[in-house]
Every structure is written in C-alpha cells, then in structure tokens.
C-alpha cells in the first residue's frame, strides 16, 4: 500500500502494473483506491498522478461511503455530510420546538428539540429519506415502467426498506428498493428500477434477462458502475 498527502487526508492506494500504455486510477465499491500503471511507470510519477486527482479520489470515496449499505455510523453532527439524490449536502442543525427537515442550498436543516439528541435527529433524517424515497422512487417507477409496459408486465408493488446487502429485489408480487439508493443519482436510482422490472419478465440473469435489459436501458452498464463508484 502506498499514501500520498493531499490537504489534510492521506490517499492510500495499490498499484498494480500492467502492459497498457496510460495510467488509469479507480476508486472500488469498497472505497479503496487502485492505480493500474505501465510498467514503465515510477512510484514517483504514480504519485503524482494520484495528487492530481485528489480531489476526484476524495470525492468518488465519500460518495461511495455514503452510499453502501454498509454505511460507516453517523454522528448526526452540524456540517458533516449526506447525500441526497446523487448531491452532496451538509448538515445544518438548529434547535427549535417545531421539528422538520428541509433542503436549504447545499445544506439539510434539520429542526429538532434537543441538539445533543443525536439518536433523535438521526430518526428524523430517516423519516425524510423515506418519504422522499417514496415520492421520488414512485415517480421513477412510473416513468420505466411506462418504457416497457410493452411487454405484458403487470404495474408492480412498491416496497421500500434498508436492505443490507442489494440495491434492489423482486417477488411475482412486486419490487423492493433498498431506502438508501434515494443517496444516488437519478440515473443510478433508474438503473435498479428498470434491473428489477425485467425481473418482472424475466425472473434469473439469463441471457434472455440481459436482452432485455440491454433493449431497454442500453447504457446500463455505465449506471451500473457509477452505482458501485468505479466510474
Ligand atoms: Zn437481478
């Protein structure tokens, strides 16, 4: 493993040599940072390459942690980060009697009671995440399915709850998205919807399923990688 400083955070990263002519940096689902080289390449030149795109490194990993259903814990604290519908924002905590959440600029505000009462705030962010997943997953739902209707599947259920370890899932009955996918993009959050109606048709990952899939959202794959946070 090797650490370059940029600002006040070390980027630690690996480095695997290859025959390819350019150097190519990824951030993995699991937050860590790999540089494909030449094998020409000096550790030197890698550096420097990786101090470059700190600042992408930095935010693809914030991005992705933010997003895993593994998601490190909160501190439900004044500035710190989280994301909604692909954006960042930073929390704004302001002591009130009357309790809400709302988007302001780049800010969540969140008014509650007791400012210490991190466990409280937390419940009151969840409740917003969920009733914004319901509005915005509803609408989304109704958009693809609309796109492949066509093909003789029935409106499905909408069900929403954390999951733990998938994005998405589905039953004869209907689909399940996963509450911390409302974090993604818009185009993430299709990505899952539409993989879940060809389910719908197509219950297994035949290649029959990804004929389907291919035909209606022939850019799947690019979602599918900025979802995983290796774009
Ligand atoms: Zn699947």
């Keep these: 493993m090797h650490k370059v400083a940029y600002g006040t955070e070390d980027i630690e990263f690996k480095v695997a040599f290859s025959d390819r002519k350019t150097l190519e940096i990824s951030v993995l689902p699991d937050a860590t940072v790999e540089v494909v080289a030449p094998q020409e390449a000096n550790l030197e030149r890698i550096k420097q390459k990786v101090l470059k795109r700190g600042y992408w490194i930095l935010e693809q990993k914030r991005f992705f942690m933010s997003l895993h ?71 989304r739902l109704k958009v693809n399915y609309n796109k492949i209707k066509v093909e003789g599947i029935a409106f499905p259920k909408l069900t929403i ?10 039953t004869k009955h209907g689909i399940t998205l996963n509450l ?30 990804y004929r389907l899939k291919e035909k209606y959202m022939v850019d799947w794959k690019e979602r599918k990688l900025v979802l995983e946070g290796v774009r």
Excluded at 79 to 101: D, M, N, P, Q
Aim: aromatic share 12%; hydrophobic share 30%.
């Design 69 to 139: 259903p593994y998601e490190a814990e909160k501190e439900y604290v004044n500035g710190e980060t989280h994301f909604y519908i692909g954006r960042r924002y930073r929390l704004k905590i302001i002591e009130g009697s009357a309790s809400s959440v709302k988007l302001k600029g780049k800010f969540i505000e969140v008014i509650t009671p007791d400012k210490e009462k991190t466990s409280k705030i937390k419940q009151q962010l969840h409740n917003w995440y969920k009733l914004q997943a319901k509005r915005r997953f509803e609408e």
């Design 161 to 170: 709850r954390v999951l733990h370890k998938r994005w998405g899932s589905c």
């Design 180 to 209: 911390n996918l409302i974090k993604a993009p818009v185009y993430c959050i299709d990505y899952v919807i539409m993989h879940e109606l060809c389910h719908l048709k197509v219950p297994n990952h035949s290649p029959a399923f």
